[in-house]
């Protein structure tokens, strides 16, 4: 019934718990899946006057990136394997994390989007995820939520 | 994975679509699906402890023979496509104020383990708007829920 199925990442826990669940479903429905994490994007810092020594060039930055989405999405690429479900995946750097998974559900022609209830940001369980909420009210795919 | 499917319509034409990718997913996954139609709660009037009874007045019996009736004839599409597709249906109709709340308990009561609904019906105005029936099970749910656009 689902061919693709777009599995975003923050490597919090509940997104873990969602990769699990995803690439569960995903073997059953013999559906691919797509691991995607979205990354903070560079900041220019705001001192004029002198340069911290702790300031990050953007080339240290995408390095730290690259390194974290490695982590991340090898968690997505380990569980399908061990599934043995076909995976792919991607990283890029957003400051709108909702606005990049929408974009790359369209992009991959994903017909689902597996996600966490909440992430990093989720505190209390009475309140879906600000990301999560985002992408379903922007989402032209069905979107499931896993707690 | 998912062994009982819970499916809360409403009739729009939204929520329709979401029972066919119910019904499609449990065929697939050899699933029971769970139809539930939630009526609105019987509301005492006012006026009706008089003498006499206002015109139009509805007692609580027949509130709950109209709710039935409604429901059932909602309910009927969930048991067509089942029946269709070969899967296992039951369906339930109830009353109450709280379509989420009945929705979470109707999950509870017959251990469903996916809760499949649109993301909008009947009082969706917008697209970027989930619904507010859908948007307070998504908080309060403790399986997961597919939304359906």
């Not at chain 1, 969602?18 to 001192?47: C, D, M, N, S, T």
């Not at chain 1, 994903?110 to 379903?136: F, M, N, P």
């Not at chain 2, 409403?10 to 065929?27: H, M, N, Q, T």
């Not at chain 2, 004839?73 to 070969?86: F, M, N, S, T, Y």
């Amino acid at each position: 019934m689902f061919k693709r199925i777009l599995v975003p990442t923050d490597g919090s826990a509940p997104s873990r718990r969602a990769i699990k669940r995803a690439v569960q479903f995903a073997r059953e429905q013999k559906a691919r899946v797509h691991g995607f994490y979205v990354g903070p994007p560079w900041q220019l810092p705001v001192y004029s006057e002198y340069v911290p020594p702790e300031v990050i060039s953007p080339k240290a930055h995408a390095a730290a990136v690259k390194k974290t989405a490695a982590r991340y999405l090898g968690a997505v690429k380990k569980a399908a394997r061990a599934a043995g479900v076909r995976c792919s995946v991607r990283y890029v750097l957003g400051a709108h994390p909702y606005d990049e998974i929408v974009k790359e559900a369209r992009r991959r022609r994903c017909d689902l989007i597996a996600i966490a209830s909440h992430g990093r940001r989720g505190i209390s369980r009475l309140l879906l995820g600000s990301e999560t909420s985002k992408v379903l009210a922007h989402s032209g795919i069905p979107v499931l939520v896993c707690r | 994975m998912f062994k009982n499917i819970l499916v809360p319509i409403d009739g729009s034409p939204l929520s329709r679509r979401a029972v066919d990718c119910a019904v499609g997913l449990a065929k697939q996954q050899r699933a029971r699906v769970t139809g539930l139609w939630v009526g609105p709660a019987w509301e005492p009037n006012l006026y009706a402890y008089g003498d006499s009874a206002p015109p139009g007045f509805v007692s609580r019996k027949q509130h709950a023979a109209r709710v039935k009736s409604a429901g059932a004839r909602h309910l009927r599409a969930v048991a067509k496509a089942a029946a269709a597709a070969g899967v296992r249906c039951k369906c339930t109709c109830v009353e109450g104020a709280f379509p989420y709340l009945e929705i979470i308990n109707a999950a509870r009561r017959h251990s469903c383990d996916l809760i499949v609904m649109a993301s909008h019906s009947r009082r969706g105005i917008s697209r970027l708007l989930l619904g507010s029936q859908t948007s307070k099970v998504l908080a309060l749910a403790d399986i997961p829920v597919l939304v359906c656009r």
